[in-house]
């Protein structure tokens, strides 16, 4: 049974990070190079995602300034590495290091800003760049719908043209099926509108995006856009307005037009809906879990859990590559 398969109706906070959490607890945990991880959040969601088997934390930042804010919030780190650095650049430029150097499967934002971290993976001397356009999936558990849908990009790519697009919707079809959460996603490219029209842009690159997939550049998925939200993921709103596809009504992945549009949609989520979102970015050598000092603890366990089951997903075909 994949990750996001529930009981008909069920719409419990929590249930569909139940199974993700479970899944996660149920593998080898990854290494993971947490970057400066100075404040209470970061390090206890890294020592919560520890203590549940989740990852295996290497603490890099100030050692002083670590071990200050861990003794002045009662968490125990005595069992992880840490290597210090002076200051948060350093840190995230280490952290890249470790990752060459095969000290990590996986990089965890501590309390650094995201494009501190993110330079120094983007970089083009050193980084951990690949041919994909590094981009970020919310991993949403939204009671009232019954599959965990992701939203994407909402933290990255702030006005992705055509081929930006295209990496972005590979990502997380890939995310999607490497970390067990079913087979085929439905894949819904949202506009204001679902019909194609010269007025709004977003809808021709939904169009070509369709047509990128039929022609096998985009693979692993099933692609319908444009759509409106609302007949992406209602199929009584996708009826009324006479859509017929196996997407429309019961979309599992939702490609927003740009950043700002899906953050809104993100924290509309979070906020009115009462979901819980996990963040990770994809495209780069290894997956990086991104956190915000508003994240849940559960939150953060659920973005931990997600990029191990990757992490997993890419060292077994590693090692089916190499025997």
């Given at each position: 049974m994949s990750i996001s398969s529930l009981e008909a109706g069920e719409a419990r906070p929590g249930a569909k990070y139940d199974r993700l959490i479970a899944a996660a607890k149920a593998i080898p945990s990854a290494a993971t190079i947490v970057v400066h991880p100075c404040d209470e959040s970061s390090l206890r969601g890294a020592a919560d995602a520890a203590e549940a088997g989740i990852i295996k934390p290497i603490l890099v930042g100030p050692a002083a300034k670590i071990k200050g804010a861990a003794s002045k919030h009662n968490i125990d780190i005595s069992g992880f590495e840490l290597i210090d650095t002076p200051h948060s650049e350093a840190a995230a430029a280490k952290a890249v290091e470790l990752i060459h150097a095969a000290r990590g499967e996986m990089l965890m934002k501590g309390s650094l800003h995201t494009d501190e971290l993110m330079r120094s993976v983007t970089a083009k001397v050193g980084g951990l760049r690949t041919e994909r356009r590094v981009s970020h999936v919310f991993v949403m558990d939204v009671p009232a719908y019954s599959e965990t849908v992701f939203i994407t990009d909402a933290?990255?790519?702030?006005?992705?043209?055509?081929?930006?697009?295209?990496?972005?919707?590979?990502?997380?079809?890939?995310?999607?099926?490497?970390?067990?959460?079913?087979?085929?996603?439905?894949?819904?490219?949202?506009?204001?509108?679902?019909?194609?029209?010269?007025?709004?842009?977003?809808?021709?690159?939904?169009?070509?995006?369709?047509?990128?997939?039929?022609?096998?550049?985009?693979?692993?998925?099933?692609?319908?856009?444009?759509?409106?939200?609302?007949?992406?993921?209602?199929?009584?709103?996708?009826?009324?307005?006479?859509?017929?596809?196996e997407v429309a009504g019961r979309a599992q992945i939702l490609l927003v037009p740009d950043l700002e549009s899906g953050n809104m949609l993100a924290k509309n989520l979070t906020y009115f809906a009462k979901a819980d979102g996990a963040g990770i970015v994809l495209g780069a050598r290894v997956p990086v879990v991104l956190t915000s000092r508003a994240d849940t603890p559960r939150s953060r366990m659920a973005s931990c859990a997600v990029a191990t089951l990757y992490a997993n997903a890419r060292r077994t075909r590693a090692q089916t590559a190499a025997a």
């Open positions: 933290a990255i790519n702030i006005f992705p043209d055509l081929d930006a697009k295209r990496d972005i919707v590979q990502n997380a079809i890939d995310l999607y099926t490497q970390a067990g959460f079913g087979t085929l996603p439905r894949v819904a490219i949202l506009s204001a509108v679902e019909t194609v029209t010269s007025k709004i842009p977003s809808t021709i690159e939904a169009a070509a995006l369709c047509k990128m997939a039929d022609r096998g550049q985009i693979t692993g998925g099933l692609l319908d856009g444009p759509l409106a939200f609302d007949n992406a993921i209602d199929k009584e709103a996708a009826r009324i307005k006479g859509i017929k596809s």
